[in-house]
């Protein structure tokens, strides 16, 4: 419409307005444009998972595109022309205005999308499906901008008369690459499928990836967890196949308004029961907002660890690895096994707050241990009594500041007062000398870490017993600290 | 506490050609033929029956012959584990601590630096994981692990040490609030893999606390609660479901081993085992009760504490193991 009235990217409003007296204007938004042709990209992974933003487009005067690879995606929605068409349907209901075209290579389709004058018999002027070995044919009219070139280059094209994209087929590409680049002869070899040229999803390419298609739009959460209930056992079947177990879940739900709601689960084992993967995804279910509704859902595996198949015994009872949670038994809802257990406590509350304990290599009493992930085997703890000092069950998570009165220089306190509380010291053990460790960076650990200490193990009048430190080695004298709590 | 073997026998019981004879004082029925002692154990296996809440008394028959005998058994709808300490264990129903349902433990102070009642529950834990090995796997937690569930984080691993629990066999989860808290106690008391479950809680609802109780006797995992909160409780609570309750309020060690010489000398006095008064506030079969126990280090397990004043041991007919030091003494 605005070119038919005359006007052309980089003309001055003034003049656009003149020429166009109701023209409508936006502001030119550059993010804005990209998060939105990003969201579009994202949406489209409706039809294949490999959607990536055709950049390209912006910089060299050509409009922004969306490069989908749809090999062996065509069937799932009856066909390349029917998929064409329900793409650009869809998109027109989402207010975007599009021209769509499939092609041999990614170059070709680009080309045609832009440039392509379509036919006069064509059904839908937006879309054009070129069959195989049509790509020359249907180049050879376009000009030279079709190829992804820059306007530089096109120009010193038009100087040399080269119209078309048909007028440089006939040039041996040995002269072109002297003149023109080697930009232009790798430009023409990729449009003509000489030359491979491969898209970079936006999202990684999961290997295991099952969808479903909904004829109406759901909406209710019952329906979406029927259609996970649905989709859950075909991934487990692919996973089995392929001998894999899953260890991160992607729930993929594309709303009617062209917006994705991902859903991401862990699980501590690679897995691959339906039942147990289903009672993982839980409550978070409820959690998904629908909007006007999801017309389309996969679920994809997108990290996955090899897990062999193991023997069932003959009544169903055997388990396999990872999994096993009660089935088949009269106590339903008993879980038989720990990682089933930990997935289940991850799932809701984040499987870094389901850890194990592992010590650590060092003297620093805070540092002394580690949280590693539950079920992962870890270095065991020396467990006899005269492996080391007596440790507090209860560590505060900062040392908190005392006031503590020594008898004596480098004697225990006496009585101390914590938290507005005073309290008389009737037994005292130490001091227990531990030294900063030298090796670790300083400011990477805060100054507290820095000074030795000399540790007391105290019990109050009322028999409570504390750990008590004083910094050492300054000038002051020190200062006094608890840092934990006996039984 | 006698053990079950008779029970087996008597229940049901036969049927008779004489016609029953009616106790004068009790207005009950009495079979002539069987023998008092038999219809003594029946009805105890009754009541056991019902106090477990099995609805057949073959059911607790069954698992009768590990009561009392103080092993852990997982068949066992009703086992317990022996503290210890003789007076504990003779008190408790069962000849010790319940396994499989819930226990409450709170502090003296319900604050949350109470450390006391911490160490009453690891204390507990490690005579039960001592009953329980842990699986061959190295460093793994496979079976028989303990679930600990804490909104907080200030459980030092090296610290359990001291109760010769081992810390690896420990899965800690740090739960948001309280109904996380309460929520993942419930998912743990079903795997039935967990040897127990503890959970830090501010306050325990009586709903809350059935639930627990009916996951923990379904799974037959043990659950702990262990009081803790910011601020104490302003008001009193309603009874819970769970079978026992303890209060632990610490209590001054005996002494370890003196430095000559240097009594008056605090320096000199050094910390002596963990010694708590614990005060078993209800326990359904068992009166209240009340006990000075310390954790016993060496045997893994408790003993009654030697009553101390100001540090020094003190003089009590019925501690016949320091009658020796306290003659001393008098001397």
Request: avoid cysteine; glycine fraction near 6%.
């Given at each position: 419409m605005a070119e038919r009235g005359g006007l052309a990217p980089g003309m001055p409003l003034a003049d656009a307005r003149a020429l166009l007296p109701g023209l409508r204007t936006a502001a030119y938004d550059p993010s804005g444009d990209a998060a939105a042709l990003t969201r579009l990209a994202d949406w489209c992974g409706r039809y294949s998972p490999w959607a990536a933003v055709d950049g390209c487009g912006c910089d060299i005067g050509g409009s922004a595109g969306i490069l989908l690879d749809v090999t062996g995606c065509a069937h799932l929605f009856g066909g390349e022309a029917a998929l064409l068409s329900d793409l650009i349907g869809r998109l027109q209901r989402l207010g975007f205005t599009a021209r769509a075209a499939l092609a041999e290579t990614a170059g070709a389709a680009w080309a045609v999308a832009r440039y392509a004058v379509p036919?006069?018999?064509?059904?839908?002027?937006?879309?054009?499906?070129?069959?195989?070995?049509?790509?020359?044919?249907?180049?050879?009219?376009?000009p030279p901008a079709a190829l992804r070139l820059a306007p530089a280059t096109c120009e010193v094209l038009a100087r040399f008369g080269l119209r078309t994209v048909g007028d440089l087929f006939d040039l041996p590409p040995a002269a072109l690459a002297p003149r023109f680049g080697p930009h232009l002869a790798r430009r023409l070899a990729a449009a003509l499928g000489g030359e491979a040229e491969s898209i970079s999803p936006?999202?990684?390419?999961?290997?295991?990836?099952?969808?479903?298609?909904f004829a109406e739009p759901i909406a209710a959460a019952e329906d979406i967890a029927r259609g996970l209930d649905g989709l859950l056992p075909r991934l487990c079947r692919t996973l089995e196949t392929a001998q894999q177990g899953a260890r991160r879940l992607e729930l993929a739900l594309y709303r009617v308004d062209g917006t994705v709601r991902r859903l991401f689960l862990g699980a501590s084992r690679p897995t691959r029961d339906p039942a147990h993967l289903r009672r993982l995804f839980g409550t978070h279910l409820e959690a998904i907002d629908p909007g006007f509704g999801i017309e389309v859902m996969t679920l994809s595996a997108p990290v996955a660890d090899a897990l062999s198949a193991l023997q069932l015994t003959l009544s169903g009872a055997g388990r396999e690895a990872g999994t096993g949670a009660g089935r088949g038994s009269a106590a339903a809802d008993v879980i038989g096994d720990l990682p089933a257990l930990i997935d289940r406590l991850g799932s809701r509350l984040g499987l870094e707050n389901v850890r194990a304990l592992a010590p650590r290599e060092?003297?620093?009493?805070?540092?002394?241990?580690?949280?590693?992930?539950a079920l992962v085997p870890h270095p065991a703890w020396s467990l006899s009594a005269a492996a080391g000092p007596v440790r507090p069950l209860r560590l505060l998570p900062r040392p908190e500041p005392v006031e503590a009165v020594a008898l004596l220089p480098d004697h225990p306190p006496a009585r101390f007062r914590w938290r507005r509380l005073l309290h008389r010291i009737v037994r005292a053990e130490g001091p227990e000398r531990i030294e900063p460790e030298w090796w670790i960076d300083a400011p990477a650990v805060g100054p507290e870490l820095c000074a030795a200490r000399d540790y007391f193990r105290l019990e109050a009048e009322d028999g409570r017993r504390y750990w008590l430190y004083r910094t050492a080695g300054q000038a002051d004298g020190g200062r006094w600290f608890l840092h934990g709590l006996f039984a | 506490m006698p053990t079950m073997s008779l029970s087996s026998a008597s229940l049901p019981l036969p049927p008779r050609v004489a016609s029953p004879r009616v106790d004068r004082e009790t207005g009950l029925k009495v079979d002539p033929r069987a023998r008092p002692g038999a219809d003594l154990s029946a009805l105890r296996a009754r009541i056991r029956c019902l106090e477990s809440g099995t609805a057949r008394p073959g059911d607790a028959a069954a698992g009768a012959g590990s009561l009392g005998t103080g092993s852990v058994g997982r068949t066992a709808e009703r086992a317990s584990l022996p503290?210890?300490?003789a007076a504990l264990d003779a008190h408790l129903p069962g000849g010790g601590l319940p396994l499989g349902c819930l226990h409450e433990v709170e502090g003296a102070r319900a604050e949350w630096d109470d450390a006391s009642a911490t160490g009453f529950v690891l204390a507990l834990l490690a005579r039960l994981c001592a009953a329980?090995?842990?699986?061959?796997?190295?460093?793994?937690?496979?079976?028989?692990?303990?679930?600990?569930?804490?909104?907080?984080?200030?459980?030092?691993?090296?610290?359990?040490?001291?109760f010769g629990l081992d810390p690896g066999r420990l899965i800690l989860v740090h739960a948001g609030g309280e109904t996380d808290v309460l929520w993942a106690m419930e998912e743990g008391l079903r795997c039935s893999r967990l040897i127990a479950v503890v959970g830090e809680v501010g306050t325990l609802e009586r709903g809350a606390g059935r639930r627990l109780q009916l996951a923990a006797r379904a799974s037959g995992v043990t659950a702990f609660t262990l009081r803790r909160q910011r601020y104490p409780a302003r008001r009193a609570e309603a009874p819970s479901a769970a079978l026992t309750r303890w209060r632990i309020a610490p209590m001054s060690s005996a002494p370890g081993s003196s430095a000559p010489g240097s009594s008056k000398d605090m320096v000199g006095r050094l910390l002596g085992r963990p010694t708590w008064q614990a005060e078993l506030l209800r326990c359904r079969g068992a009166a209240p009760g009340q006990w000075q126990v310390e954790w016993d280090d060496a045997t893994g397990g408790f003993a009654l504490a030697t009553p101390v004043r100001d540090g020094l041991v003190v003089a009590e007919p019925a501690s016949s193991t320091f009658a020796g030091t306290a003659e001393r003494r008098a001397g």
């Open positions: 036919a006069d018999d064509s059904a839908d002027p937006r879309l054009t499906v070129l069959p195989p070995g049509a790509t020359r044919a249907a180049l050879a009219p376009l936006r999202q990684p390419v999961p290997s295991f990836l099952v969808r479903q298609v060092s003297h620093i009493p805070e540092r002394a241990v580690a949280a590693v992930p | 503290l210890g300490a329980a090995p842990a699986s061959p796997e190295e460093g793994a937690v496979e079976s028989g692990a303990v679930l600990w569930i804490t909104p907080w984080r200030d459980l030092y691993a090296p610290g359990l040490a001291a």
